[in-house]
């Protein structure tokens, strides 16, 4: 069965500073791979999304992440941290065509300090 | 275009109470989705529906109910609420199926629900 693995439910990062947000999952067919921001007391929103083709995406804000098939991850990263980026960070995944759900991770909640 | 709207965005219930939750959405989506979100346990899917007329149970369907009789709305039930129904609902929507095209799920502001 698909499964998502956020590591680490907390990560705190200093202003400026790189940010990396963890997300493996497993697969037995090539997925598609998607990181959602959800800010304090609202929905989910989309940052990127994998298809096919360019492993390196780029989406809002400033963050891209790539996907790395050998490794089955698709870690989310911004060069340089800024306070409106603390929210909590959902990476998701679905499979082929056929499928009607997607697998959510747990969750990482990104901090950034002054 | 509002997007996905749900009603209401909070609510406080006892034991045994029944309540709907309301999501509509204006983007002709074909597929609707209703969440549950705890700490530390991310999203859980409770039903979800492909069109409409249809309804399917998610992970973690026991306690609810829902109607898709409008494509544009989708409704959650719960006959005789309990404590651990307590969490945040969110409601969202798709146009199509994810495994095609790599279709984007939209979400609702979502509702807070307390049941005492």
């Known amino acids: 069965a698909q499964s998502v693995t956020q590591l680490g439910s907390h990560v705190s990062v200093s202003e400026g500073a790189l940010v990396l947000l963890r997300c493996n999952y497993s697969?037995?067919?090539?997925?598609?791979l998607f990181w959602y921001v959800q800010y304090p007391n609202q929905g989910l929103q989309l940052l990127l999304k994998y298809t096919t083709g360019a492993t390196l995406v780029k989406g809002i804000n400033g963050f891209e992440a790539e996907f790395k098939k050998s490794e089955t991850s698709f870690h989310l990263t911004k060069p340089s941290a800024h306070m409106s980026d603390a929210a909590e960070y959902f990476c998701a995944v679905s499979e082929g065509s056929g499928t009607y759900k997607y697998i959510f991770g747990t969750g990482t909640r990104l901090k950034v300090l002054a | 275009n509002a997007g996905v709207t749900q009603t209401p965005k909070f609510r406080v219930l006892k034991t045994g109470q029944s309540m709907t939750l309301l999501c509509a959405q204006d983007?002709?989506?074909?597929?609707m989705y209703w969440y549950r979100q705890d700490p530390g346990m991310g999203l859980r899917l409770i039903h979800y529906s492909v069109g409409e007329g249809t309804t399917a149970k998610g992970e973690v369907p026991d306690g609810y109910n829902v109607s898709r009789l409008k494509k544009q709305n989708f409704l959650l039930g719960l006959e005789s609420a309990a404590p651990s129904q307590t969490s945040v609902y969110f409601c969202?929507?798709?146009?199509?199926?994810?495994?095609?095209?790599?279709?984007?799920?939209?979400f609702g502001p979502g509702t807070r629900l307390t049941v005492l």
């Open positions: 983007m002709n989506h074909e597929y």
């Open positions: 969202a929507s798709s146009p199509g199926s994810p495994g095609l095209a790599a279709n984007e799920q939209f």
């Open positions: 697969s037995s067919v090539p997925p598609y």
